[in-house]
């Protein structure tokens, strides 16, 4: 494999070689429980519908600072389509190759190597460290994240806070810091006919003639016109299917999955107030199951955003910009107990995508950033 062992790096690698294909977490939580025990961190694992989550600490005090991801990945698509097996590390060009590489086993791998060398710096902080990790993230996340936020949450347990691993940079490390993520909602209109021959239309009653007015006037509608810190919110059809197979049937049914990313600008319930509006409108005979939901949340500049700056200007020498684009993120159920969240992570060309890949060098640095964060959070005690 030919791959140089510097720390970052070389985590990197065993994580990755765990076949962690969502929800399995394959073993990883249990790598990187055994680097953290020693360290004084009290690893405590529990799995909710065979989803693995992990929560470790170090500490009791105030303020904690928790540093969150998850070891889960994304299916890999057509083997024929990599390089090389995506479960084997392989250093190309400078690149590290394999999936899971950008999102996110290289940020949890840089999480443990900064929070090794931030106590061999400081020893005794003032405040506690905490990792979060789930193997739910890139699956329905209804056991991951949110299951161990409810556990804290009855336990009284706040986070002060949270820097999660997503893949945030876009051109080059560094250089773009989420401080907010859109909301989502998601769900399945059932749009009801009645079946029959095509040479007797007639008789029948065909769903797809009904929805195709009332689908096309929600894909052209305005819903907001978004905020300072949000794009305007979208919706999009992400799946439609009707008919028996056969050529010659009116189907009775059509299904639609669609979804909403919403700033915000707009609510839950006004966004479904709105769509309901439109299908009685067209008239249709329908039914809508909501299917996922997660809030819109957002980190105003503040302590934790002007840190992360500051911590890479000291590592890169760039001045990182704020977004709230992209998809979600488990910084959506974190948000209830933490009022500060930012997500800062490795170039996300590649996530989810053959060949993932991410540029090695960047592992130490985003490491490197990391452990800065954690300097400028958790001061050494008196």
């Known amino acids: ?38 360290l004084g961190f009290r690893c405590e694992t529990s799995v909710d519908n065979g989803v693995t989550n992990l929560w470790a600490r170090l500490g009791d005090a105030k303020p904690l600072v928790c540093l969150a991801g998850h070891t889960d990945v994304v299916p890999t698509g057509p083997l024929t389509g990599w390089i090389s097996d995506p479960f084997t590390p392989v250093l190309r060009d400078g690149y590290l190759y394999g999936r899971g590489a950008a999102d996110m086993k290289g940020s949890l791998a840089a999480f443990v190597v900064a929070v090794e060398g931030f106590l061999a710096q400081c020893p005794r902080p003032v405040g506690s460290i905490a990792l979060l990790i789930t193997s739910d993230e890139e699956g329905p996340s209804a056991d991951g994240t949110i299951r161990v936020v409810e556990r804290l949450a009855k336990a009284g ?17 560094g250089d773009t810091i989420k401080n907010g993520r859109r909301g989502t909602l998601s769900g399945t209109l059932t749009v009801k006919g009645v079946q ?27 819903w907001d016109e978004g905020n300072e810190h949000f794009p305007p919110t979208s919706f999009q059809v992400s799946n439609i299917h009707a008919g028996t197979g056969a050529g010659n049937v009116i189907p009775g049914t059509l299904e639609a999955m669609f979804n909403f990313r919403y700033s915000t600008a ?8 709105r769509l309901a509006s439109v299908l009685e409108r067209h008239g249709l005979d329908c039914d809508i199951a909501w299917t996922a939901h997660g809030e819109p949340f957002l980190t105003p500049r503040g302590r934790l955003v002007e840190l992360a700056r500051e911590a890479i200007r000291e590592v890169l020498g760039i001045e990182p910009g704020l977004s709230c684009a992209g998809g979600t993120s488990d910084g959506r ?9 930012v997500e800062i992570g490795p170039v996300n060309a590649t996530i989810h995508k053959l060949n993932e890949r991410v540029l090695a060098t960047d592992l130490e640095s985003l490491a490197a950033i990391y452990q800065s964060l954690l300097r400028r959070l958790l001061p050494p005690a008196a």
């Open 157 to 173: 347990t706040t986070i002060d806070f949270c820097i999660v691993g997503e893949p945030s940079s876009e051109a080059r490390l």
């Open 1 to 38: 494999m030919g791959i140089a062992a510097t720390p970052a790096l070389a985590l990197a690698c065993e994580l990755i070689a765990q076949r962690s294909t969502t929800p399995d977490d394959a073993g990883c939580q249990a790598l990187i429980a055994e680097r953290l025990a020693p």
């Open 196 to 222: 029959g021959h095509v040479a007797y239309p007639q008789l029948a009653r065909n769903p797809i003639h009904a929805a195709a007015p009332a689908l096309a006037e929600l894909a052209a509608m305005r």
């Open 266 to 273: 707009s609510t839950r319930d006004s966004l479904a107030a």
């Open 333 to 341: 159920f974190i948000a209830r107990i933490c009022p500060e969240i």
